[in-house]
C-alpha cells in the first residue's frame, strides 16, 4: 500500500471561539486524513511558529516549519493542505505544484483574483497536480438527497436555483458551488447583479459587499438567483430549488425546520426528509472531502472538489461584483476583467465603505 505524505501550509491557532479572523480551518483537516490508513501526517508550515508548533504538539505531528518552501523542499510530500487566507492561496498552491506535490487541497475560497483563481488552476493542470478546494458542503446528507431528488425528477425538469446567504465571495463560495452541484456543473451564461457596500466587511482578508442581489442563467437555460445580507431572509432557506413538478428546500429559516423538504406541486404539505441529523454544515463534510481528494489520488480519478468545478462558481461570484461595477449584464466567460472588481471599486474609492464601528 503507497502511504501518502501529508503536510499543512497555514496551520493556524485551534480557537476557542471561531470567526472571521481565524477558524484554525488545518486542525479541521487533519481528522480527515487520520481516519484514512495511507495518510501520514508528517510537516507542517506557518510563518507564525507559535502556531505552527501548537498544531505539531495537538496532532502529533513530527516536523515544523516557518517557511512553507524549505518544508517541501525537505519533506518530499505527496499531499498539501493549504489553510492560509484567500490571497496566499493562488502563490502557495503553485509553489506546492512546482515542488512536486500531487495532490493539493485548499481551502475556499479559490483566491482573491479572478486572475489568480485561474492561474493556480491552469499550473496545476499544466503539471498533471490534482488541485481541490474545500467546498465540503457536497458531502452532507441533505445536499447529496437534493441532488438525487432532483436527478431522479422528483421536482419534474430543474428550473431554478435560489440561495440567501450573508455574502457572494466567502460564504457565498459554498452557495454556488452547490448551485452548479445540482445543475451538473453547467457553466453559465451571463450575470447581471447589484451590490450595496457601506460598512468595511473584510472576511480573512478579503472585501465582501454588505448586501447583493444577483440573477444568472446557465447554458442549459436554468436561472439562478441569489440574496445576500439583509434581504438574504427573502429567499428563506439555504437553498431552494425549484422544478417544473415541485419545490425542494434546504436548511428552510425558522424554528424546528428540517434539513430538507420537498413540495411536489398538487401536494397540500411539504415533505421532511430525514437527514440523519445532518444541517447545512456538518458534522464530519471536511472529513468526507478529505476522504474523496484522497481517493481521488489512490485511484487516479478525479474529486468533485476539483479546481474546473471551483472556477465555476468562482466565475460567478467575480462577475456578480463587475456587473455591479459595470452596471450591465456580464456575459461569460469572464475574460475582460481579470482582477477583483469590488477590492478595485474600493481602491479607486468608486465605493467608500465606512470602517466597521
Ligand atoms: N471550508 C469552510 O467551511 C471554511 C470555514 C472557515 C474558513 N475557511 C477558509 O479557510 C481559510 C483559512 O481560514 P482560517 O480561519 O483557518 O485562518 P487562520 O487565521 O485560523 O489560519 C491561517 C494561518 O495561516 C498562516 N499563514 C499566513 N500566511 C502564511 C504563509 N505564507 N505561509 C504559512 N502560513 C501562513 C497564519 O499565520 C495563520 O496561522 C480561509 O480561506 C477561509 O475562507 C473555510
Same mark, same amino acid.
Given at each position: 500500500?503507497?502511504?501518502?505524505?501529508?503536510?499543512?501550509?497555514?496551520?493556524?491557532?485551534?480557537?476557542?471561539?471561531?470567526?472571521?479572523?481565524?477558524?484554525?480551518?488545518?486542525?479541521?483537516?487533519?481528522?480527515?486524513?487520520?481516519?484514512?490508513?495511507?495518510?501520514?501526517?508528517?510537516?507542517?508550515?506557518?510563518?507564525?511558529?507559535?502556531?505552527?508548533?501548537?498544531?505539531?504538539?495537538?496532532?502529533d505531528i513530527p516536523r515544523v516549519y516557518t517557511?512553507?518552501?524549505?518544508?517541501?523542499?525537505?519533506?518530499?510530500?505527496?499531499?498539501?493542505?493549504?489553510?492560509?487566507?484567500?490571497?496566499?492561496?493562488?502563490?502557495?498552491?503553485?509553489?506546492?505544484?512546482?515542488?512536486?506535490?500531487?495532490?493539493?487541497?485548499?481551502?475556499?475560497?479559490?483566491?482573491?483574483?479572478?486572475?489568480?483563481?485561474?492561474?493556480?488552476?491552469?499550473?496545476c493542470q499544466r503539471r498533471g497536480v490534482r488541485?481541490?478546494?474545500?467546498?465540503?458542503?457536497?458531502?452532507?446528507?441533505?445536499?447529496?438527497?437534493?441532488?438525487?431528488? /432532483?436527478?431522479?425528477?422528483? +421536482?419534474? =425538469? %430543474?428550473?431554478?436555483?435560489?440561495? $440567501?446567504?450573508?455574502? #457572494?465571495?466567502?460564504?457565498?463560495?459554498?452557495?454556488?458551488?452547490?448551485?452548479?452541484?445540482?445543475?451538473?456543473?453547467?457553466?453559465?451564461?451571463?450575470?447581471?447583479?447589484?451590490?450595496?457596500?457601506?460598512?468595511?466587511?473584510?472576511?480573512?482578508?478579503?472585501?465582501?459587499?454588505?448586501?447583493?442581489?444577483?440573477?444568472?442563467?446557465?447554458?442549459?437555460?436554468?436561472?439562478?438567483?441569489?440574496?445576500?445580507?439583509?434581504?438574504?431572509?427573502?429567499?428563506?432557506?439555504?437553498?431552494?430549488? /425549484?422544478?417544473?413538478?415541485? +419545490?425542494? =428546500? %434546504?436548511?428552510?429559516?425558522?424554528? $424546528?425546520?428540517?434539513? #430538507?423538504?420537498?413540495?411536489?406541486?398538487?401536494?397540500?404539505?411539504?415533505?421532511?426528509?430525514?437527514?440523519?441529523?445532518?444541517?447545512?454544515?456538518?458534522?464530519?463534510?471536511?472529513?468526507?472531502?478529505i476522504a474523496d481528494v484522497v481517493a481521488a489520488?489512490?485511484?487516479?480519478?478525479?474529486?468533485?472538489?476539483?479546481?474546473?468545478?471551483?472556477?465555476?462558481?468562482?466565475?460567478?461570484?467575480?462577475?456578480?461584483?463587475?456587473?455591479?461595477?459595470?452596471?450591465?449584464?456580464?456575459?461569460?466567460?469572464?475574460?475582460?476583467?481579470?482582477?477583483?472588481? %469590488?477590492?478595485?471599486?474600493?481602491?479607486?474609492?468608486?465605493?467608500?465603505?465606512?470602517?466597521?464601528?
Amino acid at each position: 500500500m503507497t502511504v501518502f505524505r501529508v503536510g499543512f501550509i497555514g496551520t493556524g491557532l485551534k480557537p476557542e471561539k471561531p470567526g472571521p479572523m481565524g477558524y484554525g480551518m488545518a486542525h479541521r483537516h487533519v481528522p480527515g486524513y487520520r481516519a484514512l490508513d495511507d495518510c501520514e501526517l508528517v510537516a507542517c508550515a506557518d510563518i507564525v511558529e507559535e502556531h505552527a508548533k501548537a498544531f505539531a504538539a495537538a496532532h502529533d505531528i513530527p516536523r515544523v516549519y516557518t517557511d512553507h518552501r524549505e518544508m517541501l523542499a525537505k519533506e518530499d510530500l505527496d499531499i498539501v493542505s493549504i489553510c492560509t487566507w484567500p490571497d496566499q492561496h493562488a502563490q502557495l498552491v503553485i509553489d506546492c505544484a512546482v515542488a512536486g506535490v500531487q495532490a493539493i487541497h485548499c481551502e475556499k475560497p479559490m483566491a482573491d483574483t479572478w486572475a489568480a483563481s485561474r492561474l493556480m488552476a491552469q499550473e496545476c493542470q499544466r503539471r498533471g497536480v490534482r488541485l481541490t478546494f474545500n467546498h465540503q458542503r457536497r458531502f452532507g446528507l441533505p445536499f447529496r438527497k437534493a441532488k438525487a431528488l /432532483i436527478d431522479e425528477g422528483a +421536482i419534474g =425538469e %430543474l428550473q431554478r436555483i435560489e440561495f $440567501g446567504a450573508g455574502d #457572494l465571495y466567502d460564504y457565498g463560495s459554498h452557495n454556488f458551488d452547490m448551485a452548479n452541484y445540482f445543475n451538473n456543473e453547467v457553466t453559465a451564461e451571463w450575470v447581471i447583479a447589484q451590490i450595496d457596500y457601506r460598512t468595511e466587511n473584510l472576511i480573512f482578508g478579503v472585501h465582501n459587499e454588505n448586501q447583493a442581489f444577483a440573477l444568472w442563467q446557465y447554458r442549459n437555460g436554468v436561472y439562478g438567483m441569489a440574496a445576500t445580507g439583509p434581504g438574504a431572509r427573502m429567499v428563506g432557506a439555504h437553498h431552494r430549488v /425549484i422544478g417544473t413538478e415541485g +419545490i425542494i =428546500e %434546504l436548511g428552510p429559516t425558522g424554528p $424546528g425546520m428540517p434539513a #430538507l423538504r420537498i413540495r411536489r406541486y398538487g401536494d397540500s404539505q411539504w415533505e421532511n426528509i430525514d437527514c440523519h441529523g445532518e444541517t447545512m454544515h456538518g458534522p464530519n463534510y471536511i472529513e468526507r472531502a478529505i476522504a474523496d481528494v484522497v481517493a481521488a489520488l489512490r485511484n487516479g480519478t478525479t474529486s468533485e472538489l476539483c479546481a474546473e468545478n471551483a472556477l465555476n462558481a468562482t466565475e460567478i461570484i467575480f462577475a456578480c461584483w463587475e456587473s455591479a461595477r459595470r452596471r450591465a449584464r456580464i456575459d461569460l466567460p469572464l475574460l475582460e476583467n481579470l482582477g477583483n472588481p %469590488l477590492a478595485e471599486m474600493v481602491a479607486n474609492q468608486d465605493l467608500k465603505p465606512l470602517p466597521k464601528a
